[in-house]
Nanobody, 123 residues
Framework: QVQLVESGGGLVQAGDSLRLSCAAS????????MGWFRQAPGKEREFVGA????????LYGDSVKGRFTISRDNAKNTVFLQMNSLKPEDTAVYYC????????????????WGQGTQVTVSS
């Protein structure tokens, strides 16, 4: 069992940066692939990115490639999402999730989810 808590969301202006954190509790955090997803009102949950448990593989959604970076600190049971050059279309609730897989972009594959943190980007 893994519990996930996101933090770091807020209101920023277009072009700003923001770093989200996801703190995990429970055993064996280091063996889980961690993913970030987002969901805007009226839209489906969208894959943002994922990082494998050994930090050797990262995968990003097309809309955030080159702007967002995922990293993790297994010693601190934490995964991060660094978001640069934010755009109004990045506005959404951001969720972190965990799955025991090499790497995964499908929301349905993830077993554990946090409660989400709101990111709002004004133009």
């Amino acid at each position: 069992q893994v519990q996930l808590v996101e933090s770091g969301g807020g209101l920023v202006q277009a072009g700003d940066s923001l770093r989200l954190s996801c703190a995990a509790s429970g055993r064996f955090f280091s063996i889980y692939t961690m993913g970030w997803f987002r969901q805007a009102p009226g839209k489906e949950r969208e894959f943002v990115g994922a990082i494998s448990w050994r930090d050797t593989i990262t995968l990003y959604g097309d809309s955030v490639k080159g702007r967002f970076t995922i990293s993790r600190d297994n010693a601190k049971n934490t995964v991060f999402l660094q978001m640069n050059s934010l755009k109004p279309e990045d506005t959404a609730v951001y969720y972190c999730a965990a799955v025991q897989a090499l790497i995964e972009s499908r929301p349905a594959a993830y077993n554990y989810w946090g409660q989400g943190t709101q990111v709002t980007v004004s133009s």
